[in-house]
């Protein structure tokens, strides 16, 4: 069997709780060889003024790159953001810090490795097609939910499908988790991207793939979500705090396991409409429930206590070739197919069913 064998990489170091983050140079300095080193930060441009932007411990030969979050990563910016590392210092960094949501922390991490392998990023989507290791990073995240801190792949939309950078290189060399750089996450945002995690849960455990380790990662997880979106009388310090645990956990569960049905409908969505990942999981998994019944109530239940309302009417005014491409995009995501429903998966799925499932959306 392709799947039964796996073995897999974690983050080297992890740094947890509040005001973590003020040894962030602690960390930097400790990979800076001599007085020529220097570093990279890339951050979400929601920072920019902010008082997070005075704390980064920067030097004038670090270059900060501010990064715009509307829309998903993408390769041609990938492949920027190197072009723009190289031209400030031909000499490679000592470290690059991404610092704010999945999106900032997938660039970061894609970034990393294409300052140190030749071409376009989009050679790269795919598995183990990385050659050589990239810089030493550091993820921070600055919203929770995603699993982009611990996981393997940097996700990424190309000119041809939306598809991860996955190897052993793409792990996050360290990260800081601080829940105070959390406190001014949005409401809905906050949902969104703690959802991805939930649905990660989800999609693993109910998965064919799933074993004891995925199981006990996921069941942990699906519990602090629980706690962190139904109980709304915690201090929001400490369900913050539960909410980067669930993340961490919740990535591991998957790459213990595999995402499933939502994550593939999902790709496709945000591939084609550039609809961000937390939402476009919500949304899909609004209309999962003959899939994900179980999960589907909870979230229900969250979704009601957060009261948050979720966009209809996204694929009804698309063109039939931008539905097909969506069709065509989730369909390629055989992996996905195949933990959800085994390696016959094509006896369950069929691109009119992903078809029909897309237009209620
Ligand atoms: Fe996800």
Known sequence: MLYDFRSFINPGY???????FNHLN????????????????MIDDYFKGKELERRLPKSESDLVIWIETTNEPITSLVNRYRDEIIEFNPTLPSVIVGIGGGTTMDYAKATGLMVTNPGDSADYQGLDLIKNEGVYTICIPTVSGTGAEVSMTAVLSGPERKLGIKCDYTIPNEVVFDPELLST????QRFFTGMDCYIHNVESTTGTWINSLGSAFAEKSSELCLEVFLNTNTPRIESDEKM???????????????????HALSYG????????????NCVVFNQLEEYYPEGYKQFKLMQEKQQVELPTG??????????????????????????????????HISKEKIKELLLKM
């Open 14 to 20: 992890y740094a947890f709780g509040k005001g973590s």
């Open 26 to 41: 602690e960390l930097i300095d400790r990979k800076k060889s001599d007085a020529q080193s220097w570093s990279v930060f």
């Open 185 to 188: 996450v949005p409401a809905e």
């Open 244 to 262: 980067m645990v669930a993340s961490l956990l919740g990535g591991n569960s998957v790459t213990y396991a595999q995402v499933g049905v939502c």
């Open 269 to 280: 969505l945000s591939h084609v409409l550039g609809v961000h990942h937390g939402v476009g």
């Open 314 to 347: 996204l694929v009804a005014g698309c063109t039939e070739e931008q539905l097909n491409q969506m069709v065509e995009t989730s369909w390629a995501l055989e992996h996905m197919w195949n933990n959800a429903f085994g390696a016959d998966w094509q006896n």
